[in-house]
């Protein structure tokens, strides 16, 4: 259940970004002088940081009491400064609910993502129906925070708290011929208004796809919350993917159903503009789309007369873990 507390927090417990990193790095410091096994219970997910005036979502009870167990030392995080709550959580892209950045925040406020079940197919031994509670427990949270570049051009450094999808798929035992992973939002017009919209181009409902090596990859994780907190429903609430070496349009939100496949499946943004999103998508500022440069990126919060414009990397920063999937692939060909 979804709970928007307003100004629920008093301006006293509220830590800035800048102590939240701080403590981060101590723990971190401490879990690396041996200090600490795990770090586990010290993450700073229990923190409200950067809240005021914010709705806080609290999720169902099992997501909450998973949160508190959750832990924050992750080698694959950045300590890159980042994006203040109200953006995160209010500057989205989440068509279902509306094409403006601000639509998601606005329309999804009573989108309900509490049961929810995700159906499991295809190539694997142990197809289901789960219930999104039994996917996620197996797992301990973790805090990831990772780079999201948008292929508009404009990029976050986002806290997410999830678990490696790859737990999920080595659960569901792949078969010999799952070849790829294939993702597909909720379908539901009664509930997302932009479903119902005649001015979308996309085929409802959204859907997008990873091949098997890029979903077993550490990097990649099912996220359940941010902020230390459940997801909010504009975020792509209770379950959605991050992939941050790829443009933000693979990382599908709020998904019902994951299917393993031998053949590379349809992705909403390639059906509907296949000469600008190919099924790749891994950030690269070499290849420019055909409408605008991919080489700098706004980095939020970006301002009018600050607007904190940086370079590009290849794959997102994360070449070093990634670029290895694609030895020997053109990838002005394979976009
Ligand atoms: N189902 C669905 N997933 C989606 C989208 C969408 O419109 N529908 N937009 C994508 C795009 S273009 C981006 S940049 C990211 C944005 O994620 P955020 O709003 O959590 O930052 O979500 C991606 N996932
Ligand atoms: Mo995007």
Redesign the pocket.
């Known amino acids: 259940m979804l709970i928007g507390k307003k100004n629920s927090i008093p301006s006293s417990e509220i830590t800035p970004e800048s102590i939240y990193r701080q403590r981060r790095q101590f723990i971190k410091g401490l879990a690396a002088m041996g200090g600490l096994a795990a770090s586990g219970q010290l993450l700073a997910l229990t923190d409200q940081h950067d809240l005021a005036g914010e709705r806080i979502y609290s999720g169902p009870e099992w997501l909450q009491s998973a949160l508190k167990q959750g832990r924050s030392d992750s080698r694959l995080s950045t300590d890159e400064s980042l994006t203040p709550y109200r953006l ?1 959580s209010g ?6 609910f509306g094409m403006g950045k601000g639509d ?1 925040l606005r329309y999804a406020q009573r989108f309900k993502t509490d049961p929810w079940r995700v159906e499991i197919s295809g190539e694997v031994n142990k197809p289901a129906h789960y219930e999104l509670e039994d996917l996620i427990k197996p797992s301990q949270l973790e805090e990831r925070i990772y780079r ?1 570049r ?3 051009g404009w990029s ?1 450094v ?1 806290p997410w708290v999830g678990i490696p999808l790859a737990d999920i798929i080595k659960r569901a035992e792949p078969t010999s011929k799952a070849k790829y992973v294939e993702f597909v ?1 909720l379908l539901d017009p009664d509930q997302m208004p ?1 479903q119902r919209s005649s001015f979308s181009t ?1 085929d409802w ?2 859907r ?1 796809g990873l091949r098997m090596d890029e979903a077993m990859h550490p990097l990649t994780i099912m996220a359940v919350g941010l902020y230390g907190n459940s997801l909010p429903p ?3 609430a209770p379950f ?1 993917l991050v992939v941050p070496w790829k ?8 998904i019902v159903a994951i299917n393993l496949r031998e053949t590379m499946p349809d992705t ?2 390639n059906l509907s503009a296949p000469h600008e999103y190919g099924f790749y998508a891994n950030v690269n500022p070499q290849v420019d789309h055909p409408r605008w440069s991919q080489a700098t990126e706004r980095r939020l919060p970006s301002q009018l007369f600050n607007p904190n414009i940086i370079d590009t990397l290849p794959f997102n920063g994360y070449a070093e873990e990634v670029a290895h999937l694609y030895t020997g692939m053109d990838l002005r060909k394979w976009y």
């Open positions: 995160v500057h989205n892209n989440f068509y279902e998601p999201m948008c292929v508009e976050m986002i939002t932009g996309i409902p959204y997008e504009q975020n792509g959605r443009y933000g349009f693979k990382s599908i939100k709020s909403s943004w």
